[in-house]
Nanobody
Framework: QVHLVESGGGLVQAGGSLRLSCAASGRTFSTYPMGWFRQAPGKEREFVAAINWNGGTIDYADSVKGRFTISRINARNTIFLQMNSLKPEDTAVYYC????????????????WGQGTQVTVSS
């Protein structure tokens, strides 16, 4: 079975930082694109960031550009989301995901999703 397990969420004040991690198991994720989505209460799940298998292609949502950084360590089957200058509007459950192509990851048409980790930013 394939598993994606997020960690690193929590409560932080506006302007602070958090680093999310996603550990993958069950297949060799090092050859697949991966990404992060988030869902705030009462809102639809939205794209945050995506990274291709070797980090050569990275995309961000406009709302997080310049503040968030996605990265991966293939030897550890792990991706990260460094979140700086956090804002209250970043409050959401953050999900790790993996798909067959980079474009499908960005679009959210993915086969695998984690259970999510809560990020709460207080004003």
């Amino acid at each position: 079975q394939v598993h994606l397990v997020e960690s690193g969420g929590g409560l932080v004040q506006a302007g602070g930082s958090l680093r999310l991690s996603c550990a993958a198991s069950g297949r060799t994720f090092s050859t697949y694109p991966m990404g992060w989505f988030r869902q705030a209460p009462g809102k639809e799940r939205e794209f945050v960031a995506a990274i291709n298998w070797n980090g050569g292609t990275i995309d961000y949502a406009d709302s997080v550009k310049g503040r968030f950084t996605i990265s991966r360590i293939n030897a550890r089957n792990t991706i990260f989301l460094q979140m700086n200058s956090l804002k209250p509007e970043d409050t959401a459950v953050y999900y790790c995901t993996s798909g067959s192509t980079h474009d499908r990851v960005v679009a959210g048409h993915n086969d695998y999703w984690g259970q999510g980790t809560q990020v709460t930013v207080s004003s």
